[in-house]
């Protein structure tokens, strides 16, 4: 369960107005950054949102800042103003920074909001970043490759979709499989500068040459069982 800081603790103003929805109409997260400084306040953007924009309130579910501490915004069931037209369908979760800001503090929070999202659902949500829903840059491309590599957490054990028995990442021939965006996302949020396009061609395998090397792992630059378990083994400093 996630601690969050409700809305008078914050000296959130009231609403001018809103409409609720219910837990059966919920079916994705959406996250967001707020492309301002990690030193700006849920207060802030609420009055930026109330007074330049004109909304209601502010225009997010939660916000998160980069200590990890979890904002009450409009809270789980108010219908936001972050992503239309799927503001019904989607909470609006905010990172509070720019693209490259967001800490692992940060990331375990939204994870947790989003885990805590499931339970009250009684469902699996989806995962989106704004990007999947507007033409925007929303949430950066840090952000963003976490949210569509699973919203991966320190110290939790790798994906039960593994690509073996069978498929192993390497290059050549490239390597196309949903497992190597997986990798490249994961990979990425290790800290290591790699491009998440789903094929694994000679960079990747530059990528997964150094990691073993690192790793004292035999170094061929193909990902197998033993690389990819690597990959999700703490810690993790991204
Ligand atoms: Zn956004």
């Known amino acids: 369960m996630v601690s969050i800081i409700s809305r008078s603790a914050w000296g959130a103003r009231p609403p001018r107005s809103r409409s609720t929805t ?37 225009g997010y579910n939660f916000l998160v800042d980069n200590q990890g501490n979890a904002y009450e915004g409009r809270g789980w069931l108010v219908i936001g103003a972050h992503a239309a037209p799927r503001n019904t369908e989607g909470i609006g979760v905010c990172f509070i920074g720019r693209d490259g800001d967001a800490t692992s503090a940060a990331k375990r929070t939204i ?11 009684g469902r699996t949500l989806a995962q989106k970043g704004h990007r999947d829903i507007n033409p925007t840059s929303c949430p950066g491309d840090d952000l963003y490759a976490w949210v569509k590599s699973g919203m991966p ?20 021939p490239i390597t196309r499989h949903s497992s190597v965006t997986t990798w490249q996302s994961r990979m990425r949020y290790r800290g290591w500068r790699i491009t998440v396009d789903g094929a694994y061609g000679p960079k990747s395998k530059n990528v997964c040459v150094q990691f073993q090397r690192e ?17 999700w083994e703490a810690p993790i400093t991204p």
């Open 22 to 58: 219910t837990w059966s109409r919920r079916v994705e997260v959406t996250v967001h950054y707020s492309q301002g400084p990690t030193t700006q306040t849920p207060r802030q953007i609420q009055d930026y949102h109330m007074d330049s924009n004109g909304w209601a309130d502010i």
């Open 111 to 121: 994870r947790a909001l989003y885990d805590d999202a499931n339970h009250r659902a």
């Open 153 to 172: 957490v320190d110290g939790e054990p790798p994906p039960d979709t593994p690509p073996w028995p069978g498929v192993y990442l390497r290059y050549p």
């Open 215 to 231: 790793k004292r792992l035999l170094v061929d630059g193909i990902v197998g069982p033993q690389t990819w378990r690597a990959t």
